[in-house]
């Protein structure tokens, strides 16, 4: 089955500085690739999601980019503010319909005044 | 409009009990999911209901089970507890979409803590 890494497990910025999560997949028929925030205590919600037919994609502060290839994405947060401190998670939907995602371990992003 | 909706929120079990757990999707939805979340295991795929007949399952024994109402609503069970089951159960609905993925929003959890 489907097998998502991510990397790092935590994170720490200065505020205003920018933040990279990367995360590999090991499906390559997997072509969905949504990121989850979750701060502590509360659901996981998700912030920006890419599909398989597309390399990169922007949504004000937040980017992803994918690289069908090499099999793997990345979250990018530039300007970082205290309210971006959370857990993120990456995740891949594998091949062969419905809604079944396979997450990674999670990265505990703090950005720090 | 309404989210997700997880009842109960939080639940004290003993080893051995069984549980059920209810979600109700967002209205339209007819995808439901559901996942466990510990912090050993991080975020771990139970199964999946579409139409009320379940489309994916993950790797869990057994004793994890769900089903689907006509109206969507998702209910799982877990029988016979074990301290390991101790864990934040997230619901998550869907759009309507026989093929390919579609965004997940979650519900906010039921946490089952078994004693």
């Known amino acids: 089955g489907e097998n998502v890494e991510q990397h790092p497990s935590t994170l720490s910025v200065q505020e205003g500085d920018s933040a990279v999560i990367k995360c590999t997949y090991s499906d390559s028929a997997s072509n969905y690739f949504p990121w989850y925030k979750q701060e502590l205590g509360k659901r996981p919600q998700l912030i920006i999601d890419i599909r398989s037919n597309v390399g990169e994609k922007k949504d004000q502060r937040i980017a992803v980019t994918l690289n069908k290839t090499a099999k793997h994405f990345s979250l990018h947060i530039t300007e970082t503010q205290p309210e971006d401190s959370a857990v993120y998670f990456c995740?891949?939907?594998?091949?062969?319909?419905?809604?079944?995602?396979?997450f990674g371990t999670g990265t505990q992003l703090k950005v720090e005044l | 409009k309404a989210g997700v909706t997880q009842t109960p929120r939080y639940l004290i079990k003993t080893r051995g009990q069984q549980v059920t757990l209810s979600c109700s999707p967002i209205s339209g939805h007819r995808s439901v999911s559901w996942y466990q979340q510990t912090p050993g295991q991080g975020l771990q795929f139970l199964f999946e209901y579409f139409s009320e007949t379940q489309r994916n399952k993950g790797n869990f024994p057994g004793r994890f089970s769900g089903r689907q109402f006509s109206n969507s609503r998702s209910e799982m069970n877990v029988s016979t507890l074990e301290l390991g089951d101790s864990a934040l159960y997230l619901c998550a609905s869907s759009p309507d979409g026989d093929s390919g993925a579609n965004v997940l929003t979650f519900g906010a959890g039921s946490r089952l803590t078994v004693l």
């Open positions: 995740a891949a939907t594998p091949g062969g319909g419905g809604n079944k995602l396979t």
